[in-house]
């Protein structure tokens, strides 16, 4: 029992990653404000539509809209219609300051019960004529303070996911996988290049096979993501692409071996392969997406795994995920290996 702890830990790591991971709620966030398009000098009302909010519930409501880094305008009456739906009354000044005639605003909601929320850039000023120097006065800088904190454990509310982050535990941590999984492929195929061993080819192939697996689980995942967010499950970025270039490489392995009728070859021509599709692993995965631009996080100039994207809450999940996938990427390997060794056995005796 003690020599198998490591496969316990994975089985107990990847129910946590399933239980709190999709069961956690999200924290309360904004889905719509109508309108979007407010001018300047006129009283206006905004209705906003909430996601796990409690706007009638509470008790203490406040609510801002904010223009730069500084500059902020309470609203002047609150008005909850249900627990997801309230109208915001705000007397919009003449002007605000700046040299433009067009801002864009951010919301700020806070209450007692579900703390603050934000939606950046969530309404669009526009003032006839400008008047820098006197706007700001009708503005107040003062800092927000005595904002409520959520209670309980939750995820952050992001408006472009939503509940797709929950995709944050499996589509990442399976690319991590898939890239330790490669990675301890190679160094057995270095290893049977070195001392020609036929065991560590069988752990090569037995690795490489898991490590595909979770290279089309993370295209799969990715896909499903990419819909959500871009609005397609294939937009061609070049994220998507450089990593089904990646998959059709080490899909070809497994070709270039199968055409191969000599095992000594097989397994000595495979591991140069191995090696090789490593080698534009990296390329193909970390450097060219970063060199264009790209929707997907990470490259391209577009951050990904920030503090916005992935709070502590979340990296309590994240990061045992991503070891509760390895050692399962791991166990697989070792009883497709297994299985392997006996297939040889059964052959030798025939």
Known sequence: MLKHWWKILAVLILLYTFTVGLLVPLGPGITAIAPQSLTTGKVVQLKIEGYNSHYASATEKSAWLKVGKNLTLPATKIEAASEQDMLLTFEIPAHFPGEKKVASASLILDNDIDGSSVKPSAVVLTQETLAPEGAALAWSTATLTGLHDKSGMNFPFRNILAETIRNTYFHVPLWFGMMI??????????????????????????????????????????????????????????????????????????????????????????????????????????????????????????????????????????????????????????????MDRIKEYLFDRM
């Open 181 to 338: 999984l490669f990675l301890v492929s190679v160094i057995y195929s270095i290893r049977y290049l070195l001392y020609l061993q036929p065991k560590d080819d069988w752990k090569a192939v037995a690795f490489t096979r898991v490590g595909v697996l979770y290279g089309m689980l993370g295209l799969l995942t990715g896909a499903l993501w990419a819909k959500w967010t871009w609005g397609a499950y294939w937009s061609w970025d070049i994220k998507q692409n450089m990593s089904a270039i990646a998959m059709l490489i080490y899909l070809a392995y497994f070709v270039l071996r199968g055409s191969l009728d000599d095992m000594e070859k097989q397994a000595k021509i495979g591991a140069v392969f191995n090696i090789f599709a490593f080698a534009a692993l990296i390329p193909l995965l970390f450097v060219i997406p970063r060199l264009t631009s790209s929707l997907h996080p990470g490259n391209g100039g577009n951050p990904g795994l920030g503090s916005e994207d992935l709070d502590n809450t979340m990296r309590m999940v994240f990061y045992p995920a991503i070891i509760g996938w390895t050692l399962l990427g791991v166990w697989m390997s070792n009883l497709l290996h297994r």
